[in-house]
T-cell receptor, first 111, second 111 residues
């Protein structure tokens, strides 16, 4: 039931792009994306609801393919501040369902 | 607006003891979820409380329990501690579905 994230870790240079994938074996109601910096609490990035929508703000966006039960997070022209661990969380049934997180993707941005 | 507050922030216990962790959600938030975070395992869902009722439960043994009070504050208890219970325990609140607001966590070390 835990979504699978890939890659597990990625190292980029500032200005490069990154894609983080999240896949589930079950039909999804929604996908959440969070970022956690070392020693800090996870912070919400965005939610995508079933319907195949795409969201984004600044240079971080995400897509949700309901049929494939997959979501991808896109980080464009990465900045040093993007470093951290990214988690996708999935809800299966409805908005009151529990949110199950993947194991995370560690992203390190080099200057 | 005050964030999610968790106490204590750090604690050390020995095997066999029990521990109680506290979480005060953001004012107005009625849902409180608990997660266990260990290296490499991501955020493991423990349980969620909404209006003093356990609404969702994860796959943890019965040694892990929780409750929620009428003011939405929540506690979780772990009895008969094991070495494997060493982890960061995160609490998150939400109005009801949607964005989770995480506290900074309670780091438990079991010796």
């Amino acid at each position: 039931q835990q979504p699978v994230q890939s890659p597990q870790a990625v190292i980029l240079r500032e200005g490069e792009d990154a894609v983080i994938n999240c896949s589930s074996s079950k039909a999804l109601y929604s996908v959440h994306w969070y970022r956690q910096k070392h020693g800090e609490a996870p912070v919400f990035l965005m939610i995508l609801l079933k319907g195949g929508e795409q969201k984004g703000h600044d240079k971080i966006s995400a897509s949700f393919n309901e049929k494939k039960q997959q979501s991808s997070l896109y980080l464009t022209a990465s900045q040093l501040s993007y470093s951290g661990t990214y988690f996708c969380g999935t809800e299966l049934g409805n908005r009151d369902d529990k949110i199950i997180f993947g194991k995370g993707t560690r992203l390190h941005i080099l200057p | 607006k005050a964030g999610v507050t968790q106490t204590p922030r750090y604690l050390i216990k020995t095997r066999g003891q029990q521990v109680t962790l506290s979480c005060s959600p953001i004012s107005g938030h009625r849902s409180v979820s608990w997660y266990q975070q260990t290296p490499g395992q991501g955020l493991q869902f423990l349980f969620e409380y909404f209006s003093e009722t356990q609404r969702n439960k994860g796959n943890f043994p019965g040694r892990f329990s929780g409750r929620q009070f009428s003011n939405s504050r929540s506690e979780m208890n772990v009895s008969t501690l094991e070495l494997g219970d060493s982890a960061l325990y995160l609490c998150a609140s939400t109005i009801g579905g949607g964005e989770l607001f995480f506290g900074e966590g309670s780091r438990l070390t079991v010796l």
